[in-house]
């Protein structure tokens, strides 16, 4: 038996916030006929209405989830999710949203990988502190276009935001509005077609790692909006081979705990790309 317990976030009917969670709407009347379900420690058998504050704990199978997404790692201060192609972080719909949690960094829609949220304002806060200490190493995996071969080198440039367009430039030298940038790029395994990237960026701005690929000649393999459309069609690629697959913590304090612990995380495209050079 599995326990999840929570503060919720906004008045509403206990089946509404299960929902939110990824309980299916049958999970949710067999939780309540069992009386599995608990509102500030008492059982409730009925789809009562909970208020903002309550505390709501949920005793439950593991089987009887069905989720979009894997759930990598939960406690009561944080939850690191492995989150797959299609979802947003943010948003009516999102994986915040649904979890009850709060953001700490975020992923385009269509790129894949490990998700940190916190569960309390306090936890919060520490990872967004920690996140601009660079205390929290966030590792991708991308596959791009051609033969790049790099060891650990960090490439130094300047990325413009069109907020309007929703899209990025990158420049080798200042220009006016944009933004400099850092990218480590280091070569897992390369061939004449593709090569696997590892990525690692400070700081982090909108797009980077896609478009500063895109602007050193090595497009990420399925990228609609930086790569081009005969590559993507060659390697049978709708959506963008961006993957972040590893998360490194260096905390202090409450969150130390986390140090110790490993979190990694393998994309498709690498394990096909191991087993068959492209």
Known sequence: MNKISFINKKNDKIINILLKRDFSYNHCNKLLRNKDIRIDGVKISENIQVQKGSEVQVYFEEKDIERSYDI?????????????????????????????????????????????????????ALLLQAMKRHQIEKLYLAQV?????????????????????????????????????????????????????????????????????????????????????????????KYQRLHCYKLIFHLDGILSYLNDKEFISY???????????L
């Open 145 to 237: 276009v051609g033969q790049f071969d790099v060891q650990n080198k960090w490439f130094n440039a300047y990325l413009f935001k069109d907020k309007n367009k929703s899209h990025v430039k990158v420049f080798s030298c200042p220009a006016k509005g944009a933004m400099p940038i850092a990218t480590k790029f280091n070569t897992l395994s390369s061939s004449p077609a593709s090569s696997i990237i590892e990525c690692t960026i400070l700081g982090g701005k909108t797009h980077q790692i896609r478009a500063h690929l895109a602007f050193l000649g090595h497009p990420i393999i399925g990228d609609g909006k930086y790569g081009k459309n005969e590559d993507n069609k060659k390697f049978k690629a």
């Open 72 to 124: 990598v790692f939960q406690d009561e201060k944080v939850i690191i999710v492995n989150k797959p192609q299609g979802i947003e972080i943010t948003g009516k719909d999102g994986l915040a949203q649904r979890l009850n949690a709060f953001a700490v960094h975020r992923l385009d829609r269509n790129t894949t990988g490990l998700v940190i949220l916190a569960r309390t304002k306090e936890a919060e």
């Open 267 to 277: 994309p498709n495209f690498y394990k096909r790309f191991s087993h068959s050079q």
